[in-house]
């Protein structure tokens, strides 16, 4: 007997409800793991971490079967209809045949369905149902004496999926119904409504934060460039170079290094925690912004730093500070109160500040978004919306700066002509020691940390001498290699093409102490290995700022050294790929480094070898976590539903959605 057959009977029987009484069986159906979605939304101390967002709150539904009995959960699977049947105890079983009757009508019964009074969307639905074996017998209210009780909950899966638009708001003490739809009327009635996470509302606010970001960015790159002009160029030409012993030179390095150290550590003291990558990422994950008043600290700590010649560069402050000026403008300008819609327009702004800094809107956006997780983008439905916005801020910064939209580094002249099988295989290979070298460089940092927390450097009060003894050491490598000085992005061209130390760009003397020249593979080594021990004391003394371009920097340098073992491996190749597999393996941003370092390097047929290298680094060291705060978002169930007639005291959508 058929589905309609059984619906019949059922509404026979004279089993009726109200529609308020369907509504309340639906929806304490529906949030059965209200509560559990809740608790993933509070942090450790049991409190919820959102600030102007509204706090969770707990789901009051019990079970529409019996409400002194738990109801359980389990997954079913009935001719390919898969999904998460509410079953309750033998004793409750006529309780939930019951329920079924609740369903609509359907005409005519011996058909696929038609559903006058709902979306053709159902259509598919019904027509799925009506595919279930026939039901035996029918002299009772319901019985399977040849299938499984998960039937049952098949049936109810199905009543819930049917009912989920067109449930009513209800007072605040009622769970809250969720809709289906992304965009839930027309685009016109969205934007003219501004609904809340809507693709019109998106663009609008895209359009602002890439605008306010390009801005921002454009003001922080002004500033210090200009400051490193003057520091490393102007003051040296005015008051050392020729009033100065030639020998002497070298002592402007640990003059401006240790300096710069000493206002890091003071920025921390007087003026706040500015935070760094790590606590960008736990704040997306766990607030959905970052607070306004780490952006002065975050401003002044990583200018300090990078004038210093830190290995560490103008990419993650500038991550976090449009990450905070993002979320400002959701939360503040258009009163945004949606933690997932925040936490999208929080993304905007990480996008924004990457695309333009690398000029790579693709790159620099997914890298905003793969950065937040260990292992691909997590937030994926935030992503169009987050490379749209980073389009926009790369339009306003570079128009802005007057900075072309073009890569930046020749490796080797000619460029790859194409690609072959043999250069994914060289690519997986490189990955593999890529690989290896972020494994040392993980081990050696923490020793480094355990070494600055044994001596009680790692509170904010002794940001001082941790800054000394961590520019101390930056100081040492930078007089004996130069090229481990500053973050990399212009030392890159250096490194690569193995060109005298006089091209490097800020750094003077550019000869340091002993007149390092790196002219061959050893040195090269050398190079690699004294980078990646840089940019470990950067970080632990104190630092802020970003490490993608200086691993970006050490992988040149290993790549220049295996090209002189195996000189049959294309340069471009073998600095592309030791440079990602480092960056992947430390950031797990397989998609967003391949495409950058291809796009900054004009080397569009390395892309297949690099990618392969991006890879095979990201398996090798998928259970070496670096950056602690990436780590699974606990909101998946509900990522795409936005709330219909949402109430305005309750908490944001997804917490309180039960996954279908």
């Keep these: ?46 409190k919820s971490t959102g600030d102007d ?18 109801v359980e959960s389990t997954r079913s699977s009935v001719n390919g209809i898969d999904g998460y049947g509410t079953i309750a105890p033998p004793g409750n079983f006529v309780k939930h045949m019951e ?17 006058p009074d709902y979306d053709y969307d159902m259509v598919g639905t019904l027509e799925s149902v009506s595919n279930l074996p026939p039901i035996f017998p029918v002299d009772g209210p319901g019985f399977f004496p040849d299938y499984d009780y998960d039937m049952v909950g098949t049936l109810n899966r199905t009543h819930s999926i049917l009912r989920m638009q067109h449930l009513e708001e209800e007072s605040p003490k009622s769970c809250i119904k969720p809709t289906l739809r992304k965009t839930h009327l027309s685009f016109w009635e969205d934007a003219m409504n501004f609904t809340e996470g809507s693709i ?14 390009g801005v921002a960015a454009f003001l922080y790159y002004s500033i210090l460039f200009a400051a490193l002009e003057f520091i490393w160029h102007t003051l040296p030409e005015l008051y050392i170079i020729g009033k100065w012993s030639e020998n002497l030179y070298v002592l402007w390095i640990p003059i401006v290094g240790l300096t710069m150290a000493l206002m890091t550590g003071l920025t921390v003291v007087f003026l706040g925690e500015p935070g760094d990558l790590a606590y960008t990422i736990k704040c997306v994950h766990e607030k959905a912004y970052i607070s306004m008043n780490h952006v002065v600290p975050m401003v002044c700590a990583s200018m300090f730093s990078i004038l210093g010649g830190g290995s560490l560069g103008p990419e993650a402050p500038l991550v976090a500070i449009c990450a905070a000026l993002g979320g400002f403008v959701s939360r ?23 695309a333009a800094f690398f000029g790579s809107p693709l790159g620099g956006s997914l890298f905003a978004l793969e950065v937040n997780s260990r292992f691909g983008i997590e937030y994926f439905e935030h992503t169009v919306e987050a490379i749209f916005s980073g389009e926009v801020c790369l339009v306003v910064f570079r128009a802005l700066s007057g900075l072309p939209i073009r890569s930046i580094w020749i490796i080797a002249e000619p460029t790859l002509a194409s690609a072959n099988p043999l250069d994914v295989l060289t690519g997986a290979f490189i990955g593999l020691l890529g ?20 001596m009680g450097l790692l509170v904010n009060s002794r940001a001082v001498y941790r800054g000394l003894l961590g520019g101390s050491v930056i100081v040492l490598l930078g007089m004996l290699i130069p090229h481990t000085m500053f973050w990399g992005e212009f030392e890159f061209q250096t490194i690569a093409t193995m060109a005298p130390a006089a091209n490097l760009e ?16 050893w040195k090269a080594l050398i190079v690699g290995i004294a980078k990646i021990i840089a940019i470990s ?39 592309l790929c030791f440079a990602a597999s480092i960056n992947v393996s430390i950031t797990r941003t397989c998609l967003s480094s391949s495409i950058i370092l291809c796009y900054l390097s004009g080397e569009q047929q390395a892309m297949p070898g690099v990618l392969a290298a991006s890879l095979v680094s990201l398996f090798a060291t998928s259970y070496m976590p670096f950056i602690k705060t990436q780590i699974v978002r606990s909101d998946l169930d509900s990522s795409l539903f936005y709330m219909k007639g949402r109430d305005k005291g309750l908490q944001d959508s997804y917490n309180d959605l039960e996954a279908l």
């Design 332 to 354: 503040r300008v258009f009163k945004q109160r949606s933690r997932n819609v925040v936490r999208k327009h929080t993304l905007m702004g990480m996008a924004g500040a990457l």
């Design 537 to 575: 004391f950067t970080v632990a003394g104190g630092y802020r700022g970003g490490f993608i371009f200086p691993f970006f920097a050490a992988g040149a340098a290993f790549g220049r050294a295996l090209t002189s073992v195996f000189p049959g491996i294309p340069v471009q190749l073998a600095c």
């Design 506 to 521: 800020f750094i003077r003397p550019t000869s340091g102490l002993i007149g390092f020249e790196m002219d061959s593979g």
């Design 99 to 115: 329920s079924v009757s609740n369903l609509p009508p359907i005409f005519p019964v011996d058909g696929p369905g038609f559903f």
């Design 435 to 454: 690989a290896g070298v972020a494994a040392c460089f993980s081990s050696l940092h923490f020793k480094v940390m355990d070494v600055f927390g044994n």
């Design 53 to 70: 967002i509204n706090q969770p709150r707990e789901s009051a539904c019990l079970s529409a079967a019996d409400p002194a009995t738990p």
């Design 200 to 213: 019109p509302q998106s663009i609008v606010i895209a359009l602002c934060i890439g605008t306010v970001c």
């Design 1 to 46: 007997m058929l589905l309609g057959d059984l619906l019949s009977l059922l509404t026979s029987t004279g089993t009726k409800v109200s529609d308020e009484e369907e509504t309340d069986d639906t929806s304490c159906s529906t949030a059965t793991n209200g509560t559990t979605n809740n608790q993933k939304a509070l942090n450790s101390n049991g």
